[in-house]
Every structure is written in C-alpha cells, then in structure tokens.
C-alpha cells in the first residue's frame, strides 16, 4: 500500500481499524439483506388522495377495470392466419388462470354470456311494454318475424325467433353498441387496415401488481407461441406497463449504478494511485447508502424500486466529502488536521443537502418522502463518516497519494465581463420562465408514470386503432348498497339518453344494462301478461299467418316463467348470474365500494362539454351521481402536490439561507454560496424549457439536488485559502467532485426509464451549471488577508 | 320434405345424370367444373325475375316472395325483394347494402365469415369465378351440361352452423335454381322464370 510507510505508529492497530470498520459494515449489510423489501406499486408515486374523487382515481388506476384491462395485437402474418390464431388465443386465454376473459369480437366467444341475456332478457330488455304482448303488438312482432325468416339471413335468427319474437334479446344487445369497437374481419377484431388482430384480457391480477402482470403477459406469449410461433404480439395496458417499468427500472438501476461506479472507481484510481485512498473514498458512501436505505425500510415498511434505484445517485454526492477531505489534506499533513480545518464548510455543505432533501422528507408523496429519507440520512451518515471515522481509520499517519494539478480558471477572473454576462443570462432566464409560466409544468398524470415515453405511445396507437375508448371520463354513482347505487346509476340514464342521442356524448356503458336495478327487473316482468291471456293474445295474432300455431311454444313456456319471477322476493338478477362470464367481470370492476358506500361506474366516450354534463347529472334526482374526469383530477392532484412541493422549497431554501448565515457568520458570504447555486437552478430549469421538456415532479426532486450540490460546490469555492497549494488542492477537490458527479447523474440521463432519466439530466446539467456559476462569480482574491484569523 | 321423397327424388335423377355424362364422356367433349365455369362467366351480364320459397318447420306452408336478381362482373349482385315486401340487398366490393323498411343499413363483408361465404356463393356461381368459390366452398358437379348440379358445402365452420349446403343447377350458362339448406332442415329454393 502506497500510504503505508508514512503511517506513524504500529500498523497492526490501523488493521485493526480496518477490520473492526469492515465488520461493522458487515453486519448492517447482513440485517440488510434480512430485512430490506423491496416493493415497485407505481402509486407510491403518485400525489396522496384527499378527495373522494382522488381516491377513486387511485383506486382506479391500482386495480379498477382499466387497470386489468390487456390489449394484445397480433401481426406479421395474413388475415387468415391472424383470425385463427387470435381465435385460438383467446380460447386458451380463457382457460388460463392469469385471465378473466378473452375477448377478441368473435361470436361464439360470448355464447355462455347470450345465454345468460336471453335467459334474462324480459327483465333486462329497456324495450318492454305491455303493448308488446298484446294481440296487436304481437301481430307486428309476428309480421317481422315472418319477413326476416324469408330473408336470406333468416337462419341467423330462427332458433332466437320462437323464443322471443318480439325481440328483446336485441333491444338488450343494441345498447351495448357503443360505436366504438374494432372493425370485425373473418368474425373477430381487426385494425381498420387489417394488418393487426386485436384482443382484450381482462387480468385476475390488479393493474399495480407488476409481479402477477408479468405472469400474465407470460401466459399470453406461451399461448401464443404454442399454437402460431410465427406470430408477434403487442402487448399493452397499465398491467403491462407495470410489469415492464419494474424489469426497466431494476435493468436500468442495476447497470446504470454499476457503470457508474466502474468509471468512478476508475477515476478515483487514476486520480489518487492509491488503493488506500480509494478504498476511504468509497466508505462513507457505503454506510451511507445502507443506513439510508435501513431508514427507510424501518420508516416506510419497504424501499419503493426507484428509491434504491435513485440511492445509486446518491454515490454521486456522498463520494464528495471524502475526495474533498482527502483532497485538501496537504503532503505530510494528517488527515485528522485537515478534517478540523475543513469542518465548517464539510458541516455547511452536508447540511445544506440534508435541508433541501427535508423538504421532500416531508412530501405527503410516499415515494418522494422516501427519496428524502434516504437522501438525508445518506448525506448525513456519509458526511460524519467523513469527518470522524476516516482520519480514525487514518490515525497520526498522512496518506500519501498523488496530487495532479489541474489548471486554474484565473483567466476567467481577470476580466469582470464573463460574470457580469452570466449574470445578464441568469436574469434573461428569469425573466423568460416567469412569462412562459406555468406552461412549463407537466401537469398529466400519465407523464409522471415511470412507463417510457415509446410505450405509451403504441399504447396510445393501439387504443385508436382498436377504438378503445379511453376510460378516463364516466359517471359515479353512490348508494349505500349495491342496489341503492344501481338505482342511482338508472336514474341518470335518461340524460346520457338524451346527450347521445344529440351526440354530444359518443358513447356510454351502463352496468344497469346488464344489472337493473330490483325495481327495474320486477317492472318489467309485471309488463308481461298472465300465461292464459298471452297464450289467447298469441292464437289470434297468429292468425293469418304462415306460421304453425305451435311454432312459439317455447316463447309462451318462457314468458310464463320470467311472470312468475315477478312475484318473488328477490330480484332474479344479481352479480352472481353473470358468473364467469365477460359481463361477470366487467360488472365487478364497474360496482366498487369505497369509503363504505358503493360506488356504480358508468364508463363515457367522447364527452363534449364536461361542465354541462356535470351540471344535468347533478340535476337528475336523486343527485347521488357525479361527473368524475379522472384526467382532471390528477391534474388537480399534481398541481396541489406541485404547490406543496414549491412551498417546502421554498422553506428549505430559506432554511438553507440562514444556515449559510449562521455558519459563515456573514450575510455576504452566504450569499456568495448561495448565489450560485440558486443561478445553476435557474440556468437548468431555463434549458430543460427550451429543450421542450415538461416539469414533473421528479425534475423537482432534481432540482433539489442540484441545490445541494451546487451549494456544495460554491461552499467549496468560498473557502478562503492560504497560499497558492491550497488554491490548488481545492481545484483539484472540485475537479474530482463535479467530475463523479457529472459521471453518475450522466449514466442516469441514458436510462429510458422517464424518472431516472429526467433525475440523471437534470442534476448532470445542474452540477455543470453549478460549477461553471461557482467559478465565474468566485471571489477574486481568495487568499486570507495576511494577520486575519480565520 | 321427408328425406324418403328426397332420396325417391334423388336417385332416377342421378342415374339420369350419369347415363347423360357417360354420353358427353363418349362425345369426347368432357364436362368438368371448369368448363362449367367457363360457360358461366361467358353468359351475358343479366338481371332476371325470380320466386323463392322458404320451406321451414315453424311453418304450415311455405313463404313465398318474388323479385329481381342481377349481377354485374366483377362483384356487383343485387337481390331486390319487390313482394311481400320491398327489400334490397346489394353486395359491391366489399360491403352489403341492406335496404328495407325504409332504413339503409351497410355491413362490412369481411365482418363475418358467413357473410363473405354467401357473397362468394352468388358471384361465384354468376360470374364463373372457381377460385372464389374454393376459397368457401368445397365443390361437387354432377350433371352435364345442358342439365348440371353444383354443391357447395361451406368450409367454414362458422357458415357450416347455419348452412349445410347450397345446390345450384342449370343449363350451360344459365343458372336455374338455388337452394339453401339450412342446417336446422329448413330450406329456401330461389327459381329462376
């Protein structure tokens, strides 16, 4: 070891240290492994719900109907060869215990379903009447039905036909053509082109557990390459983003995290050509990292996937103390020394960190509260490793490692013009975003998810070519049971009725259209008549006609029974009829509880004038149904996180001012660290703009970072020095520091996952900023004054 | 009708047909699907009357309608239904046009299977087209040429619920008569006058 011949002292006892230091460090990393969850629910990450409305979109977005919903394309093979295997697929699909159901349009897909509505249908049909059932309504149902079996589609409708001649299986089956689904080609789904197959699973699995999505996406291309390997598959939908974002995030955390601490290693090596000093480097970084992310698995009952993704970053900033002590320790001198030399500014700069990171600490966000925890305890930890537990290890002795020189930026100093630039851009920036807000703040929920950017777009595709309504837009209902809310659900039919039909909605769906309310059903069937009257009503309708006159025994058998259904207690329609049926799990994803009431979702497509809507519904009596725009609420709920998140900052930098103050014990000190910093802040935000980029949340995060270490930076800068050496030696330590800095949050920006890639660019662009700002507005003479004490 | 009377039917009129293709066969002028097909697709662009009767079990008698068939090459039929009741149904490209009741109604033909298989029944028995009739339909002639039967039984399996069979016959190039046999055992026979 290059360090150790100047080691005072019996070597054994810095061994001795050494191992006591690796033994301890052993240890958390045992309870770590022992105790450390890791879970990857994106709603972690999503703003906290306060309103019922909120909380209904979360519930929707983690497990409601949408949420399980799986679009699958097929394509790269001939029409032919599509429809068989799409025909195929959702045969086995349907068996598969990953799925629900499998729809792919096809007929004989939803016998068992038909069956269940014809079996129902004189309490489900919205076109009941008595007329119907009267000689003359009859006469007219007859006279159709005598015509359509003369056409040459007849036989489509004959085995239908004697079971209900006055047509109200259809009537139920006509409303649920929303005019929004696929084109059919050969009998199942088809992109307008022809090209793409289409199906819809519907997962057992919730949309946020990506662990069983990703089984189902599995079973998908099992089936598939099982029956047409020659097949490929799109898959898509929020379960599919979920299962893809948590492979994407552990890939991208684990390589990204590993090449950058590769290249730094690297670095540190060719910087300092000492395994020693490498080796004191990396371990407050190591503590630091392992209590952080202890903290917060103790806090937190688990470390969310992008937490630990974004603990990698933290490298970034905590191997600064240690470079920065080691750094500025002189030739000869003991570390011991120099770490009381250096307190104040090391205290200041971790201290800085740990405020701008409290602000996200005491986000009401889980997943940013985490980030905070960890940042803070990280910083903390690494930071007091540095000032204490390194010159321990150390001892009496120097380290000896080599010292390059980096050359000095003086040529920057020596003309005022260069700072009095940036200063005219820095105010130019302001000025630019304070007129271009708030366009600048993404205000989509969609945008903040971690799924990347290419996916959301085929997503999107699909949904269009399939004409899949997006279902962001519907009608809630409340009761306080199951029936109260299907009652409240059927009062509000009349007005959508009413906006379709002057289509200023494009389409509804009504789970009442498949469950009426108990009032409803038993409605409908008092409409039929008494058996011996429609038996007498049927005879002389039939009169006349070419039919045999026991042609419609089955409709009289069936409408006697569906009479007597009427008398009893209970509705003959429940959930459970639809059992194992599409409708079955579409009805359990439409009728939810929450808060203890019930909840009926009408799904809406195409809305055109959301606020009227809102103002009719809440008309219609009894008024327990409500517009709900999931879009809009989480735009509502990302701007109150995006207010809560700058007034924290806000603290925070306030906080910050006035610990630079104390700390410094001068006003114009502090702003000289802090004027940096806060430009490096301005100047990122001012070119992720121009770049076309959306605030989210996570550039907040960011941006929070790129506080600290530009603080960090300037503090380092600040430091008076006296003599050239030290000048040298600190050029030197911020050579080191931007440079690990830049290396890590650079391999971040490469990710393709939007959050790690929005931290990784910003905070790269930050510290580059940060450092640029730092040395352009650095003091110019930056030797202590000869006699002054410091 | 009872399947005794059919196959009482049936069976002199086959041996009459085997006894005429023998003859043909003896001409030395043999009669195959493609030269049946042939004649069909060199038969003038027509448009003829016709009857139908739809002969079901629900029914006491059979329902008789009337109307006008045309076609035009390449893909243009038209069955216009004039009594009992005014109907149209019109196949182009790629759609069937239904016209009834004063309402118009446009279906994609690729939608369904069994819609595509009846559209290629009827262009591929008027135009002459074996290719499209092969593409639904697996295929047996009997008969020669002044008096053939084609059978078309549906490929599909889908079409094959509703259709066991349709059986065109004629003379050279005019079609004379259709029959759709339904799986359920009803049946409907268009003549042509």
Redesign the interface.
């Known amino acids: 070891m290059a360090g150790k011949k100047t080691i005072a002292g019996p070597s054994n006892h810095a061994v001795a240290r050494y191992l006591l230091t690796f033994f301890c460090f052993a240890l958390l990393a045992l309870h770590a492994a022992r105790t450390i969850r890791v879970e990857s629910d994106f709603t972690a990450f999503l703003p906290p719900s306060t309103t019922p409305e909120e909380r209904l979109l979360i519930a929707q977005l983690r497990d409601g109907l949408v949420s399980r919903l799986m679009l699958v394309a097929l394509q790269d093979a001939d029409e032919k060869t599509l429809a068989r295997a799409s025909r195929q697929l959702a045969e086995r699909l349907g068996r598969a215990p990953e799925f629900d159901y499998a729809a792919n349009g096809s ?2 897909q939803f016998v068992a379903q038909g069956q269940v509505l014809m079996r129902y249908r004189y309490a489900l049909s919205p076109a009941m009447s008595a007329e119907k059932f009267s000689e003359p309504g009859l006469r007219t149902a007859l006279e159709e039905q ?2 359509q ?8 409708s ?2 239908i ?2 079971r209900d001649p006055t047509g109200e299986f259809l009537a139920i089956v006509r409303q649920f053509d929303s005019g929004a689904m696929p ?5 199942v789904w088809f992109s307008a082109d ?1 090209k793409r197959a289409f199906l819809i699973a519907q997962t057992r699995a919730p949309g946020f557990d990506s662990e069983r999505q990703g089984l189902a996406m599995a079973a998908v291309r099992q089936a598939l390459s099982a029956d047409s390997p020659q097949i490929n598959a799109i898959l898509t939908g929020p379960g599919v983003f979920a299962a893809e974002s948590r492979r994407q995030i552990r890939h991208d955390a684990e390589r990204l995290s590993l090449l950058s601490a590769l290249v730094i290693l690297a670095m540190l090596a060719y910087v300092y050509r000492s395994p020693q000093a490498v080796l004191l480097v990396a371990i407050p970084v190591a503590f630091g990292l392992l209590v952080g992310v202890l903290l917060v698995n103790a806090l937190f009952g688990s470390v969310h996937a992008i937490t630990l993704g974004f603990a990698a970053t933290l490298i970034g900033e905590a191997v600064d103390y240690p470079s920065y002590l080691l750094l500025n320790t002189a030739a000869g001198e003991a570390t011991r020394v120099a770490a009381r030399r250096l307190r104040v500014t090391l205290a200041l700069a971790v201290l800085s960190t740990v405020v701008s990171a409290l602000a996200l600490t005491l986000s009401s966000f889980k997943g940013l509260a985490q980030l905070g925890a960890l940042t803070m305890t990280g910083v903390l930890v690494a930071g007091l490793v540095t000032q204490f537990l390194i010159p321990w290890l150390l001892g009496d002795g120097a380290l000896a490692f080599r010292r390059p020189t980096v050359p000095t930026l003086d040529f920057l100093a020596r003309s005022r013009w260069p700072a009095v630039i940036a200063a005219l851009v820095v105010a130019a920036a302001v000025g630019w975003l304070a007129y271009q807000h708030p366009a600048w703040w993404q205000r989509d929920l969609a945008a903040i998810s971690p799924v990347p950017l290419q996916m959301r777009l085929q997503d999107a595709e699909l949904r269009r070519e399939m004409g899949a309504p997006e279902v962001s837009v519907f009608v809630a209902s409340r009761g306080n049971s199951v029936e109260g809310a299907l009652r409240a659900a059927d009062s509000v039919l009349p007005v959508l009725q009413r906006w379709k039909r002057e289509q200023r909605i494009r389409s509804f769906d009504s789970p009442v259209w498949y469950l009426p309310a108990p009032e409803t059903q038993f409605e409908r069937l008092r409409l039929l008549p008494a058996p011996a009257a429609l038996e007498l009503n049927l005879a002389r309708a039939l009169k006349g006609l ?4 026991d ?1 419609f025994k089955p409709f009289v058998e069936e409408a006697a029974a569906a009479r007597r259904e009427a008398e009893l207690a209970v509705p003959p329609i429940s959930l459970s009829s639809f059992a194992g049926t599409p409708l079955g799990a579409r009805l359990n994803a439409l009728i939810v509880q929450l808060d203890g009431q019930w909840l009926v979702l009408t799904p809406l497509g195409g809305v055109t004038d959301p606020e009227k809507l809102a103002q009719d519904l809440a008309a219609a009596p009894p008024g327990a149904s409500q517009l709900v725009d999931l879009k809009r609420v989480s735009a509502d709920m990302v701007d109150g996180f995006r207010r809560e998140a700058l007034s924290q900052a806000g603290w925070g930098a306030v906080l910050i001012l006035l610990l630079l103050v104390a700390g410094l014990r001068s006003v114009k000190r502090a702003l000289h660290v802090a004027l940096p910093a806060g430009a490096a802040l301005v100047g990122t935000v001012a070119v992720l703009v121009a770049l076309g980029e959306q605030l989210s949340v996570f550039h907040l995060v960011a941006l929070l970072l790129v506080l600290g270490i530009g603080l960090n930076y300037a503090l380092f800068f600040e430091r008076l020095a006296v003599d050239e050496v030290e000048l040298s030696r600190t050029r030197l330590a911020l050579a080191v520091c931007s440079t690990s800095t830049v290396v890590t949050f650079g391999f971040l920006a490469l990710s393709s996952t939007p959050v790690l890639h929005a931290i990784g660019f910003t905070v790269a662009l930050g510290a580059i900023l940060a450092l640029s700002m730092s040395a352009l507005w650095a003091r110019r003479n930056r030797l202590v004054p000869t006699g002054a004490v410091r | 009708m009872s399947m005794i009377g059919r196959v009482r039917f049936v069976v002199p009129f086959l041996a009459l047909l085997l006894s005429l293709v023998a003859a043909r066969v003896a001409c030395a002028d043999s009669f195959d699907l493609m030269r049946l097909m042939q004649l069909l697709s060199a038969a003038p662009v027509a448009e003829v009357a016709f009857t139908e009767r739809k002969y079901s079990s629900l029914l006491s008698e059979p329902v008789v309608s009337s109307g006008k068939l045309s076609y035009r090459r390449p893909d243009f039929v038209e069955k216009f239904v004039e009594t009992p009741r005014r109907e149209r149904y019109r196949f182009a490209g790629d759609e069937l046009l239904l016209l009834r009741n004063g309402e118009e109604k446009r279906i994609p033909l690729s939608s369904r299977p069994l819609l595509s298989a009846f559209a290629a029944s009827l262009r591929g028995v008027l135009g002459g087209d074996l290719a499209l009739l092969r593409d639904h339909y697996q295929l047996a002639l009997q008969g020669s040429e002044p008096a053939w039967v084609l059978e078309l039984t549906p490929l599909d399996e889908e079409t094959g619920r509703y259709v066991s069979r349709i059986v065109v016959s004629g003379h050279a190039g005019r079609i004379e008569q259709i029959e759709v046999r339904e799986s359920s055992g009803d049946r409907s026979v268009l003549q042509v006058r």
């Open positions: 007929l004989d005598l015509a079996m003369a056409s040459p589609f007849g036989a489509l004959r085995s036909m004697v084109s059919l080609r050969h009998g022809g070419a039919f045999r006159p042609a």
